[in-house]
């Protein structure tokens, strides 16, 4: 089963800088991979998906890429915002048994964006 | 507006008490799950279904069960709780094509958190 490691866990930047977010996974025949946002008390909002065949997705300031081969994904944040500041989730799309799909989560990276 | 819906947002229970969360959908969506979420321990995908009557096993179904009588509904069922199951629950959903393929986009609901005295 994947092992899904993010890295920093927590990260603290002033307004306007650009970031990046990192995740790693250790099997690299993953189906898709999806970015998530999590506000405290609240859901996850689906930020990106890449699917297994591209190298990178973008929406808005956010650019993902996904590298298969070295087991890794990067979130890019430009210009970052106070309201940016939430847990960033990466996750591995995984075909359970009957071919559906489950979720492999890592522990997020919690992100503050000092104004 | 295209969501996925969690009744209640909060509960507080005690042991053994049967209670069942709600989930419903409006996307017409074939695939829903249901996940629980811990500190430390992060998300970890509890039961899925993957059509009306068909439901399987997640990694951490002891506990739980489920039902998927209609498309759009997939409630989460707790026979017997217990202080262990005390978490934040989260339903997801998503399409599934003509093809079965997966690894389609999952949404996820406002999350449910439980605690069980």
């Known amino acids: 089963k994947q092992e899904v490691t993010q890295i920093p866990a927590a990260l603290s930047v002033p307004e306007g800088e650009n970031l990046v977010l990192n995740c790693s996974f250790t099997d690299s025949a993953i189906y898709n991979l999806q970015w998530f946002r999590q506000d405290p008390g609240k859901g996850l909002t689906s930020l990106l998906l890449?699917?297994?065949?591209?190298r990178e997705q973008t929406s808005g300031r956010l650019n993902a890429s996904l590298d298969k081969s070295s087991g890794r994904s990067t979130l890019y944040i430009a210009a970052s915002q106070p309201g940016d500041s939430a847990t960033y989730l990466c996750a591995i799309h995984e075909t359970l048994v009957g071919g559906a799909d489950g979720l492999t989560f890592g522990k997020g990276t919690h992100l503050i964006i000092q104004p | 507006e295209a969501q996925v819906t969690q009744n209640p947002r909060y509960l507080i229970t005690v042991t053994g008490k049967k209670l069942t969360v709600t989930c419903s959908q409006n996307m017409n969506h074939e695939y829903m799950s249901w996940y629980r979420q811990d500190p430390g321990l992060g998300l970890r995908q509890i039961y899925y279904?993957?059509?009306?009557?068909?439901?399987d096993k997640g990694d951490v179904p002891e506990g739980y069960k489920v039902s998927r009588k209609e498309k759009r509904n997939f409630p989460l069922i707790l026979e017997s709780p217990s202080p262990n199951q005390t978490s934040l629950y989260f339903c997801?959903?998503?399409?599934?094509?003509?093809?079965?393929?997966?690894?389609?986009?999952?949404?996820f609901g406002p999350g449910t958190r439980l605690t069980v005295l």
């Open positions: 997801a959903s998503s399409h599934r094509d003509r093809a079965g393929t997966s690894g389609n986009e999952q949404f």
């Open positions: 890449i699917q297994s065949s591209q």
């Open positions: 279904s993957m059509n009306v009557e068909v439901t």
